[in-house]
């Protein structure tokens, strides 16, 4: 895929993917979403989207063992699928982790930090209620 620009690819896929939910918000009215990796705000757009941007996916997950996961996409290892993307685990506080994965986020799209800030912050809060029920 290295050969083929951002906007080729995506006008292949923005039709019909595996990734696209449709949702029916009433009347003729169709919202899109995406559940691709690397989409933070769960948008089927031009912007957002995880597919396109393989070289520079920036994503905020929650892992299994009630960490936060970054993830964060490689521009030199495109060709190696085990080793283009790499996975960072932040066990620290909420506000350190924020302004780390802002920092992260900048460095790869400056577009994507203040979503990627609020994605950690949601996902550190739905840990906190997780951790919260368990008691």
């Known amino acids: 895929m290295t050969n083929v620009s951002n906007a080729v690819v995506w006008e292949c896929v923005k039709k019909s993917n595996c990734f696209m939910r449709k949702g029916i918000h009433g009347g003729n009215h169709r919202t899109l979403f995406s559940a691709e990796p690397g989409n933070l705000y769960n948008k ?23 960490t936060v996961d970054f993830i964060k996409g490689s521009k030199k290892n495109v060709n190696k699928p085990a080793k283009a993307v790499t996975h960072y685990k932040w066990k620290q506080n909420a506000r350190r982790s924020l302004v780390s994965v802002g920092k992260q986020a900048a460095s790869m799209r400056p577009d994507l930090k203040y979503p990627a800030q609020a994605r950690m912050a949601a996902v550190q809060k739905s840990l906190r209620v997780k951790k919260a029920l368990a008691k």
């Open 44 to 66: 089927h757009s031009y912007k957002f989207s995880g597919l396109r941007h393989e070289n520079d996916i920036v994503g905020v997950q929650a892992s299994k063992d009630d």
